[in-house]
């Protein structure tokens, strides 16, 4: 069965710190690896793609792969409330064209 | 239209009703998915169509019928639903790559449908 696990928090910072999340996956050939927001009602959306072993900036966010620890998290610096929402690790198994599979999702509290 | 749009936005039903929810993209995708989402569950994967053949379908309901009579267009019609199938009805596209290539690209997601089934 693939799997893909993530802690589902909630996960409570104060405002300006850094947030870290995690996500585990179970099938080692997986290439390719997202994480998506959800606000609560509102449907999944892209925050960053990662398909290289390292870290991948963009803004605020960082994510960060470790393939052979079947390992990928999201950083977000300088946590604002509006970040308050449900992050989602998504992991594109093999074989190619192979749907994603989502992880159950971790909820972020920022307090101001 | 840009994006990935989903009609009705809400929808309450009876358990005889027929109804369908649609979806269009307007990306250029050449995939398209349902998803099921319900409360503190992650995200279900029912149906996949990749160049307008489906690929995948993850042992849904027959009360599940999907459509997809172009690559731009998705269906899924509705009949004689059971209460534990309300849920938000998520659709989403994506450009598949046949041929054996790793790399899945983003697939982006429509507002949803939330459904309501009493």
């Known amino acids: 069965q693939k799997e893909v696990e993530q802690n589902s928090g909630p996960l409570s910072v104060p405002e300006g710190a850094i947030a870290s999340l995690n996500c585990t996956y179970s099938d080692r050939g997986s290439q390719s690896f997202f994480w998506y927001r959800q606000y609560s009602g509102k449907s999944p959306e892209l925050i960053m793609s990662?398909?290289?072993?390292g870290d991948k900036e963009d803004g605020r966010f960082t994510a960060q792969l470790n393939k052979a620890s079947q390992y990928v998290s999201l950083l977000i610096r300088d946590s604002q409330p509006s970040d308050s929402a449900t992050y989602l690790c998504?992991?594109?198994?093999?074989?190619?064209?192979?749907?994603?599979?989502f992880g159950k999702g971790t909820t972020l509290s920022v307090s101001s | 239209e840009t994006g990935v749009t989903q009609t009705p936005r809400h929808l309450v039903m009876g358990m005889t009703n027929k109804k369908s929810l649609k979806c269009e993209q307007h990306l250029g995708h050449n995939a398209m998915y349902w998803y099921k989402q319900s409360a503190k569950k992650p995200l279900e994967l029912m149906f996949v169509y990749s160049l307008e053949e489906r690929v995948e379908n993850n042992s849904v309901p027959s009360r599940f019928s999907p459509e997809c009579p172009n690559s731009s267009h998705l269906f899924l019609h509705l009949h004689t639903l059971q209460p534990e199938d309300s849920a938000l009805y998520l659709c989403?596209?994506?450009?598949?790559?046949?041929?054996?290539?790793?790399?899945?690209?983003?697939?982006?997601f429509g507002p949803g449908t939330r459904l309501t089934v009493l």
């Open positions: 990662i398909y290289s072993n």
């Open positions: 998504a992991v594109n198994p093999p074989p190619a064209g192979t749907a994603l599979i």
């Open positions: 989403a596209s994506s450009q598949d790559r046949p041929g054996g290539s790793w790399v899945t690209d983003t697939q982006y």
